[in-house]
């Protein structure tokens, strides 16, 4: 009987070294995250590369085209003896108006004082604060008059990438035709994003318009965490502005996106709620889909508000361009 014992705990103690060893040999064969084990890494399908640039069609934005209001005046004529381009007051000039004194560019114009007669009428018209026939403006919607658009063409870019720094600018434009034909740019928001392993987070979130962002900027928003499976979510919540607000994102699915750039296969399809953002990122509530192809980025957006979307029309991502 004793022998039996004894012999079980040496049996015991020679397999439980085994058993443990067994343990720790399943552990390390598990493979790295890849999609054969249903993990998708999230630094493959939102790249961040200097150089990368995208082009999407989005009806998401509100954009005041930009105008040249009225006509200028060019001030009283002088000579300009030292070549500065400013009238310094020992310098003649000619009193256009006859009030005695020097009417630069920038003081009030009155009949005399020449003109640059931008809208070609022939008369001087004071600026309005309104944009009239004739002005030049930016026109973004391509509608032919100036106007708030809402159909864009947003360009974003990664101009430069400090690589002591894992969080990225992207800067945004939206692209037009001034009214005289040649092609032109206003700014979009400048958005920020980091991609590692503390997952894809959104820093700057758009521009910061309120003052509460510059003393407490908001803690970023994690759209994912490094590597995703179906199903998996996120959720951020927190004290932006003046609103307790939250953003769950959802990998919903994976699925063929066609959009102008091009047909991609096995994109993951995210499902955003947005709840009670404020300011600039007021537009983000609500229920939006987005759609990231792998080594392009965000290829489709849709809503919050119906009819509202990105498409990607052109992009050109680690030195591949599309379409
Ligand atoms: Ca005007
Ligand atoms: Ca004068
Ligand atoms: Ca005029
Ligand atoms: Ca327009």
């Known amino acids: 009987m004793r022998t039996g014992v004894l012999l079980s ?5 020679l397999i439980a070294p085994g058993l443990m060893i067994g343990g720790c040999t399943k552990k390390g064969t598990n493979p790295p995250p890849g999609e054969e084990t249903g993990f998708y890494i999230m630094l493959q399908y939102f790249p961040l590369d200097e150089g990368d640039q995208w082009t999407w069609e989005v009806t998401f934005f509100e954009v005041a085209e930009e105008y040249v209001d009225g006509d200028s005046s060019l001030g009283e004529p002088f000579t300009d003896l030292n070549g500065n381009g400013i009238r310094d007051y020992e310098e003649q000039f000619q009193d256009s108006n006859f009030n005695g004194k020097y009417d630069g560019p920038y003081d009030p114009w009155s009949p005399g004082i020449p003109y640059a007669d931008r809208n070609s009428n022939g008369q001087y018209d004071a ?6 026939l004739g002005e030049r403006f930016l026109d973004l919607d391509d509608n032919g008059v100036c106007n708030k658009a809402n159909k864009l063409e947003l360009r974003d870019s990664i101009p430069t990438v400090d ?10 434009g939206f692209a037009g035709t001034y009214s005289d034909g040649t ?7 400048t958005n920020a994003f980091s991609n590692d392993t503390l997952g ?13 962002d510059l003393i407490a900027p908001g803690e970023p928003i994690v759209i994912a965490r490094d590597t995703m499976r179906l199903g998996d979510s996120v959720l951020t919540e927190g004290q932006y502005g003046w609103s307790w607000t939250s953003w769950l994102s959802i990998l919903e699915g994976v699925e063929s996106v066609t959009v102008p750039a091009g047909t ?6 995210f499902k955003s709620i947005a709840v009670d ?19 392009v980025g965000l290829v489709k957006w849709t809503g919050p508000e119906q009819n509202q ?13 599309y379409p």
């Open 264 to 269: 991609f296969v096995n994109c993951l399809r």
């Open 163 to 172: 690589p002591q720094d894992s969080v990225i600018t992207r800067q945004g």
């Open 183 to 189: 092609p032109g740019t206003m700014a979009g928001e």
């Open 9 to 13: 705990i040496i049996g015991l103690c």
């Open 200 to 212: 894809l987070r959104w820093h700057g979130h758009g521009d910061y318009t309120s003052w509460y």
């Open 277 to 295: 953002w404020d300011d600039n990122m007021e537009k983000y509530n609500g229920v939006s889909y987005q759609w990231y192809a792998k080594d």
């Open 127 to 132: 600026p309005n604060g309104m944009w009239e």
């Open 309 to 321: 979307y990105w498409t990607l029309t052109s992009a050109h991502v680690a030195g591949k361009t």
